[in-house]
């Protein structure tokens, strides 16, 4: 039995109620003649976040997420699924099992995202119709392939036409994609996008009759441009630990609020509507319905004082009350050992200077612009110039090919040294941005040593955070992995960077689906042609 002021939902009334529940199911909500100074709500779904983000464990990730009131999350695996394809699903379902928290998964529909990078798996349409007989498995996977979509490409829309034998909806990803191009990609029933940046673009998917998912991550915060748009869906996408441990979809609830939503149509947008929308059995307070719900102290901020998933108690006052025990996972890194001249741009003269294209960085967003420099040849090799902020990048493909490839990028304002990552979406090839060929090369074969991670290299000092499960996430508790992420971001703060989440910024330089200017370990990669560019112009 759990009392307190109820919030209705279907009426928009506020009462005095107590939920009965039996069997982990709500029996009956019957209104009480007694005062409470807290509000009971359904728990908090998050409709669309990659847990892998995170850095931690599904297990992990719940032990920090549910005191803050998320009961249930609509995960969607992609990342882990382009490092070891339904192996890695499982790997995230059967760890996910072992706590409270409802998971929810989508079955990822690029796999690899294109065909210009190298992934460790490939999920073709025979794949995507094994995951989405699962019940579990509650959608198919952010379509980002939009080209493929408009392009009318067979394999691309088989996986489509799955989804909808199994009544299952389809979510979207088409940034900046408009007019007849986007009524094409709704046209084959896509349904939600999360990738609006600007108001304009939301309202022009909102008006075709798109479900607007507003996203509020660590690196892509569109919640105050997007927020009078009047979206469906309020989810993180992609939020790193530290920002966890401060808050979840609580936090952003009270964000909205103050910028000026109704509460009662942001909460829908955590729990009815995502219920609704992906035909789950939570996230509105019914009889017959999952008993999961949370007694929050008001309805501005949302302070969560006790948690509720299947009828039981898992948190209170910030504190999960359930034992955590992450998986383990096989070895995922199949690379050489680097040298400093694989991360070398020669170009056909000794000497001179040459004008080349730059990745421009863009603070807070994925949207990437293209620039161009004129870089000193030094010994037949291009050398980065710390002084205009334009830095080397590059990234070397982990599954066995050996592939390295090259570029240059301004914005993230190192003086010296360089960083790495195992975290390079999609297909999670090592990406490093750095100074010198010899720092990237010592920053790369550090992270191969780690089996994936984080890596800040400068002078003698080296810093990494070790994520060997899969690359991308790691068996410690939020606390732990926040503490260590802390202390890189200092680290590469002091090397001159400025950028909040400089190694989520940089994870997101080789995600060739978000234009404008990307790259991946086949080359540079211009997303609007959708075709690779000489580096050198």
């Keep these: 039995m759990l009392k307190g002021n109820l919030l209705n939902l279907f009426t928009e009334e506020i009462y005095p109620a107590e939920v009965e529940i039996k069997g982990g199911l709500i029996k009956c909500i019957r209104e009480v003649d007694e005062e409470f100074k807290n509000y009971i709500l359904p728990g908090f779904i998050d409709a669309h976040i990659h847990i892998e983000s995170s850095m931690l464990t599904p297990s992990r990730f719940a032990e920090a997420v549910v005191p803050h009131g998320t009961t249930a999350v609509v995960a969607d695996p992609h990342e882990i699924a382009n490092v070891l394809g339904i192996s890695g699903i499982k790997y995230m379902m059967n760890d996910a099992s072992t706590v409270p928290l409802r998971f929810f998964f989508t079955a990822p529909s690029c796999v690899p995202a294109t065909p210009f990078e190298t992934s460790g798996a490939v999920l073709g349409p025979r794949e995507i119709d094994e995951l ?3 019940d579990d498995v509650v959608a198919l996977g952010e379509m980002m392939n939009f080209p493929g979509v408009v392009g009318e490409d067979p394999t691309v829309l088989e996986k489509i ?6 009544s299952k909806p389809v979510d979207g990803h088409a940034p900046l994609l408009s007019g007849d191009d986007l009524c094409k990609y709704i046209g084959t029933g896509i349904s939600t996008d999360h990738e609006c940046s600007v108001m304009e673009e939301a309202m022009e998917k909102k008006r075709l009759g798109m479900k607007i998912m507003i996203r509020e991550g660590s690196s892509a915060k569109n919640l105050e441009e997007l927020w009078k ?3 469906d869906f309020l989810v993180s996408d992609d939020r790193h630990p530290e920002d ?4 979840h979809l609580n936090q952003t609830l009270k964000k909205a609020v103050q910028l000026g939503v109704d509460p009662v149509e942001a909460i829908r947008m955590v729990t009815l509507n995502p219920s609704t929308h992906y035909n789950l059995d939570n996230g509105l307070l019914s009889p017959g319905k999952r008993a999961d719900l949370i007694l929050v102290d008001d309805l501005e901020n949302f302070n969560v004082k006790k948690v509720m998933i299947n009828g039981e108690l898992v948190a209170r006052e910030g504190k ?6 992450p998986l383990p996972i096989e070895n995922t890194f199949h690379l050489k050992t680097l040298k400093p001249f694989n991360f070398e741009i020669n170009p056909m003269r000794t000497t001179g200077n040459a004008k080349v294209r730059v990745i421009k960085v863009m603070e807070g967003q994925l949207l990437t612009e293209e620039s161009e420099a004129n870089l000193e040849i030094v010994d037949g090799a291009l050398k980065a ?3 205009q902020d334009v830095l080397k990048i590059g990234v070397v493909e982990r599954y066995g090919n050996n592939h390295v490839a090259n570029g240059f990028v301004n914005g993230f304002s190192l003086d010296k040294g360089a960083i790495a990552s195992s975290v390079a979406h999609d297909s999670h090839n ?3 941005v750095g100074t010198s060929s010899e720092y990237m090369a010592l920053a790369v074969n550090t992270l191969k040593n780690n089996r994936g991670g984080l890596v800040a290299v400068c002078d003698d000092d080296i810093h990494s955070l070790k994520l060997p499960v899969a690359g991308l996430m790691s068996t410690m508790s939020a606390d732990e992995v926040s503490l260590q992420m802390n202390l890189l971001h200092e680290v590469v703060k002091d090397m001159g960077c400025k950028l909040v989440s400089p190694f989520m910024t940089m994870s997101f330089m080789a995600l060739l689906v978000i234009p404008q200017l990307k790259i991946s370990d086949q ?3 211009d997303v609007g042609s959708f075709q690779f560019v000489d580096v050198i112009k």
């Design 132 to 134: 989405l007989q699962l």
């Design 161 to 166: 036409k799955i989804a909808h034998q199994y």
């Design 229 to 231: 748009v009047g979206g």
């Design 244 to 247: 966890i441990l401060q808050g």
């Design 320 to 325: 999960a009350l359930f034992n955590v025990k």
């Design 385 to 387: 110039d710390p002084e």
């Design 430 to 432: 090592i990406i490093v």
């Design 523 to 525: 080359g540079l990669f």
